[in-house]
């Protein structure tokens, strides 16, 4: 098996819950070990205030400042744990997408989605136009004149996904992607997240909609947390079929 595009690695980080040399900490990520591969569209899931924005955040190198961090965040093989933000920041958007959870207010209101996405193209020096990324998610070809007002939610979210996808990231991260959408919307934007996996993108989803992600059957693993660690870890059909009661009790409502 090849390398993983992006790995935590016994990851645990504490933060102070205020400052001060002798300020109480509380653990927010324990021994988390995940990694997340090429072509494969991984699921991490749980309970709200599990810790799966943290891990998104470890991978994307914004975790707190003054987080205690032990353990390692692999990406491209490197330890990244002391690379503080000049060592993260030629990551993102050339290795690293980050499609956001708000996609709308991901964008200036008083600028139109063309001139945005323009700008992470020049960024990024990306090898397509914002029309070509408007069409590869799927947009109509008037978007690029619209103003983010302009845009229903699915169209927003889709937009979003282009922008993480200008700079052909290896590692893809899409956090409650569906969470505004209806069925429709939802499945199209599955597809899309599953379509660059095929395209060779490592994609972590974190998502609290397991109805339309299990209907859209394009997860290849599921990743479950709680408390701040990774309970199971597993391929989607052995998930699905795993008789651990907490595990049944998460999946019940979806499978039954």
Known sequence: MASPTAQLCDLTVDIATRSGRN????????????????????????ESGCGKSMVAAALCGLLPPAAQ???????????????????????????????PQSAATSFTPVRTIGSQLAEVCQRL??????????????????????????????????????????????????DEPTSALDPANAAVVWQLLAEAASDGAAVLVITHDLPSLLRAAVCDDIALMSAGSILRRAATTDMLADPDAYVRRFFGAVTS
Request: aromatic share 2%; charged share 20%; hydrophobic share 50%.
């Open 23 to 46: 300020a109480p900490v509380v653990r927010v990520l324990d021994s988390v070990s995940l990694d997340v591969q090429a072509g494969r569209v991984t699921a991490l899931i749980g």
């Open 69 to 99: 961090v032990a353990g390692r965040i692999l990406v491209r093989g490197e330890d990244l744990v002391a690379a503080g933000e000049r060592g993260w920041r030629p990551l993102r958007g050339h290795h690293i997408g980050v499609v």
């Open 125 to 174: 020096d990306a090898d397509r136009a914002p029309a070509q990324l408007c069409a590869a998610v799927r947009l109509p070809a008037d978007v690029v004149h619209r103003y983010p007002h302009e845009l229903s939610g699915g169209m927003a979210q889709r937009a979003a996904i282009a922008a993480a996808l200008a700079g052909r990231p290896a590692l893809l991260i899409a």
